[in-house]
């Protein structure tokens, strides 16, 4: 039987519009409104170009909308029209008060549950999206519920999505996660959730569990990913010191099956709005409940971070005699990964401040980000956005690569290296270019987790 529902998304970003696209899609008879309190970008999904690039997302999106997908500014319409509500709203790290730096931000979410409470004349399935500390939903469902003649079930469903394969992590999951009470209602309202993803999602990946559980694997994946991150980062440091082979490191340790061979790329560092943020919420609670040893452990794969981002740049700025003044560098990429053009905790934004303050000229390239580079560093002075990677590099003493876009791979290093004032330097923050290779024509090669390659 067709699944009929009438969804709302409340917040229409990274996560709320694929989300929703993706479940418009496979439940062609329910209807979902995406509503979000910033005119441009709900105008940005009812236009050609998107607010949000993600492969595979413009063709569904077309598909879809004004079918069964709309996108409005109307939330409380959509808080009363609708009987399953979700909320995909951003929960940064807090910058001010208690737990300012770590905790996260809930002031998004605790506006929503008071409207949702003013508005609603009818019992309502509130399921979050966003990525909340734990118990969240006990607190949400205090607000919505004391005292109120309509019943508010709050169910957790966090989102497992990577930018830049939304669409696929989304039509194709490891597996949806729903956390509800073990009550009659909670589990009634579980069951509503399960019908939408089992519409396109086999029931053996939709994993259910009480609500805290649910809030906590959340903040606890993200923790492990980064931590893969940070871990061969680590490594990458140790064999540049001993003539080691990162990636060769890497291969065989990933190996052994209980390792496993993803999330083992040595890196610039992580970027991206949730690792960071995530974690300290994770080591905030820790903190919370006093277990201060677990929340230095987690800490720790922060701080492994910043690490490799500072020494990427400090390598940088050391490799050329240790002045960077005056000097042309060009940055390949400045999104926090391939496909995306998120910039948001970059690896890129560091090291292109650092190298600014040092006073050089920077020429930065992307495929996709370079407008919200700009936006973000704000158009200074002596840095120029080209986005023609031959057009960038000329006369440049140095290109860094920030970014694994595949085109970097497969540029001439030769005509590049010919346009480039000598000696030439190549910085592989990502590891996707023929270190070797580029040696041979020419380049003095520093890549994460390898020997340099200088020519004496
Ligand atoms: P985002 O900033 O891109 O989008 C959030 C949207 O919510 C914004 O458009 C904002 O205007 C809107 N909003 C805020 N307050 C509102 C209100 N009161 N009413 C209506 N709209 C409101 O954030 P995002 O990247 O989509 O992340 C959303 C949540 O999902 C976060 O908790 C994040 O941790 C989590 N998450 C993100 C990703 C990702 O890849 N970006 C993946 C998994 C989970
Ligand atoms: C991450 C998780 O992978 C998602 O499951 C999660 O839903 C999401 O966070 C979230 O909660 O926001 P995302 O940040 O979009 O997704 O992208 P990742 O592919 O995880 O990459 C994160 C960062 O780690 C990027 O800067 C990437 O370049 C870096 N990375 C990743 C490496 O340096 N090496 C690797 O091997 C893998």
Same mark, same amino acid.
């Given at each position: 039987m067709a699944l009929q529902k009438k969804i709302a998304c409340i917040g229409a970003g990274y996560v709320g519009g694929p989300t929703m696209s993706v479940i418009a899609k496979q439940c062609p008879d329910s209807i979902i409104t995406v509503v979000d309190i910033n005119q441009e970008r709900i105008d940005a999904w009812n236009s050609d170009t998107l607010p949000v690039y993600e492969p595979g997302l413009d063709e569904i999106v077309k598909a879809v909308r004004g079918k069964n997908l709309f996108f409005s500014t109307e939330v409380e319409k959509a808080i009363v029209e609708n009987d399953i509500i979700f909320i995909a709203v951003n929960t940064p790290t807090k910058d001010y008060g208690v737990g300012?730096?770590?905790?996260?931000?809930?002031?998004?979410?605790?506006?929503?549950?008071?409207?949702?409470?003013?508005?609603?004349?009818?019992?309502?399935?509130?399921?979050?999206?966003?990525?909340?500390?734990?118990?969240?939903?006990?607190?949400?469902?205090?607000?919505?519920?004391?005292?109120?003649?309509?019943?508010?079930?709050?169910?957790?469903?966090?989102?497992?999505?990577?930018?830049?394969?939304?669409?696929?992590?989304?039509?194709?999951p490891d597996r949806v996660l729903i956390g509800s009470r073990e009550t009659t209602s909670g589990q009634r309202a579980r069951d509503e959730v399960v019908k939408i993803y089992n519409a396109w999602v086999p029931k053996d990946r939709i994993i259910t569990t009480n609500t805290f559980s649910s809030e906590l694997s959340k903040l606890v994946s993200n923790t492990f990913l980064a931590q893969r991150v940070s871990s061969i980062n680590a490594i990458s440091a140790v064999c540049e010191a001993t003539g080691a082979d990162v990636q060769e490191v890497a291969k065989a340790v990933g190996a052994d099956s209980r390792i496993g061979n993803k999330f083992l790329n040595a890196s610039v560092g992580f970027g991206g709005s949730c690792f960071r943020k995530d974690i300290l919420n994770l080591v905030y609670i820790c903190r919370m409940h006093h277990l201060h040893e677990i929340a230095t452990y987690f800490e720790n794969v922060i701080n492994m971070n910043n690490y490799q981002q500072q020494r990427f740049v400090d390598n940088v700025i050391r490799s050329m005699f240790n002045t960077v003044a005056g000097r042309k560098i060009c940055?390949?990429?400045?999104?926090?990964?391939?496909?995306?053009?998120?910039?948001?905790?970059?690896?890129?934004?560091?090291?292109?401040?650092? *190298?600014?303050?040092? %006073?050089?000229? $920077?020429?930065?390239? =992307? @495929?996709?980000?370079?407008? +919200?580079?700009?936006?973000? *560093?704000?158009?200074? %002075?002596?840095? $120029?956005?080209?986005? =023609? @990677?031959?057009?960038?590099? +000329?006369?440049?003493?140095?290109?860094?690569?920030?970014?694994?876009?595949?085109?970097?791979?497969?540029?001439?290093?030769?005509?590049?290296?010919?346009?480039?004032?000598?000696?030439?330097?190549?910085?592989?923050?990502?590891?996707?270019?023929?270190?070797?290779?580029?040696?041979?024509?020419?380049?003095?090669?520093?890549?994460?987790?390898?020997?340099?390659?200088?020519?004496?």
């Open positions: 300012k730096n770590m905790a996260a931000d809930l002031q998004h979410w605790e506006v929503i549950a008071r409207q949702i409470r003013k508005v609603a004349k009818s019992d309502k399935i509130i399921i979050e999206k966003s990525t909340l500390p734990v118990k969240t939903a006990e607190a949400m469902e205090t607000i919505l519920n004391t005292g109120s003649t309509i019943h508010f079930e709050v169910l957790s469903n966090p989102e497992f999505l990577a930018e830049g394969s939304a669409i696929r992590d989304l039509l194709e940055m390949f990429g400045c999104a926090f990964k391939a496909n995306t053009d998120d910039i948001r905790d970059t690896p890129a934004l560091l090291v292109a401040r650092t *190298l600014m303050s040092e %006073k050089a000229n $920077l020429v930065i390239s =992307d @495929p996709k980000a370079m407008e +919200n580079m700009k936006a973000e *560093l704000g158009n200074p %002075k002596h840095v $120029l956005f080209v986005e =023609d @990677p031959y057009e960038a590099a +000329n006369d440049c003493h140095a290109i860094l690569i920030l970014t694994e876009w595949e085109l970097y791979a497969k540029l001439d290093y030769q005509k590049l290296f010919n346009s480039m004032i000598k000696p030439a330097y190549l910085f592989d923050g990502r590891n996707i270019i023929n270190p070797k290779a580029c040696y041979e024509i020419g380049f003095n090669v520093y890549s994460i987790g390898k020997e340099a390659l200088i020519h004496r």
